[in-house]
Structure formats: C-alpha cells, structure tokens
C-alpha cells in the first residue's frame, strides 16, 4: 500500500494563487493609492517593532539555575548521542535568555526500542525543548533544539501605561 499527500505542494499553489491576485489588484490601483498601501504597511511594521522595543524595556531575564541544570543534562546527553550516530553537535547558550542543541548528520535512524539510548535521547530533547527545527541543510539534515533557561520578568504596570 501506498499513499501519499502532497500538502506542501498545494500549499506553494496557495500561495502562488494569492501572489497573482494580490499582483492583479495592485495592477489595478494608481500610484497614489500603492503608495498609501506601502505607507500603512510601514507603519504597521514601525507599530509593532514599536509595541517589542517597548516590552523589551520593561523586561528583565534572570538565568534560572534549575532551567540551567536541565539543559546541562540535555546537552550532556545528547553529546553521547552524536557520538552514538557520528553526528555533528553545537551546543550554544548566551546565558541571558535562551540555549540550543543542533545536530546534524546526513542521515539519522532511530529504532522502535523506546529504550535505545539514541532514541530515548532524541525523544527526550524533543519533549523538552521550547522549539524545534528539523531542515534540509548541505545535503543532510539539521535539528536544532530550542531551551528557555531564564525566567522573564516584565513590569506591566509600567508597559501597560507607556502602551496607552
């Protein structure tokens, strides 16, 4: 048996559909009127930049040691699971807000055993981490593993006023 979906593939038609509509209604509208668009769409953007730059202000992060000593697991771990699949790992963390795992090989296989340690790894880090990314990169494949390992403090009070 086989079957197969093309979901990405419909997608991009979306997408290409909506490309060719958006480009038919721009053909039909003066200059003037292209350049009121551009000038909202901007400000749209310089609201929003705005709104994060404000939120940015009012916010602190604290490195949480527990979040830390997790990642420290992790990352130990899923060092000896590179070495099991002859991976390449790049552990990075700016201490300030966020830590990450990426492993990249050609080819990765995980078995069914749930207690093969590659697999147990892999699962564990993809229960754990905030995000993760699994892409096409140099004719293999990359996964990168997201960790929160600070705490985020925002005086609303303050965002809140200055937001009115």
Request: charged content about 30%.
């Amino acid at each position: 048996m086989r079957i197969e979906r093309k979901f990405e593939t419909a997608a991009n038609e979306e997408i290409a559909a909506y490309q060719r509509e958006t480009m038919m209604e721009n053909a039909k509208k003066t200059p003037a009127e292209l350049k009121a668009d551009e000038l909202e769409l901007k400000s749209s953007f310089e609201r929003m930049m705005a709104k994060i730059a404000l939120k940015e202000k009012y916010s602190h992060r604290v490195l949480n040691p527990t979040k830390w000593k997790a990642f420290e697991r992790f990352y130990q771990a899923a060092i000896k699971m590179a070495e099991d699949t002859q991976s390449n790992i790049l552990i990075e963390s700016d201490e300030e807000s966020k830590a990450t795992i990426t492993i990249s090989n050609r080819t990765l296989v995980f078995q069914k055993e749930y207690t093969n340690p590659v697999t147990s790894v892999f699962c564990d880090l993809m229960s754990h981490a905030k995000e993760c990314w699994i892409h096409s990169k140099d004719g293999g494949i990359e996964i990168i593993f997201w960790f929160e390992i600070c705490d985020e403090f925002i005086r609303t009070d303050l965002y809140n006023k200055e937001l009115q």
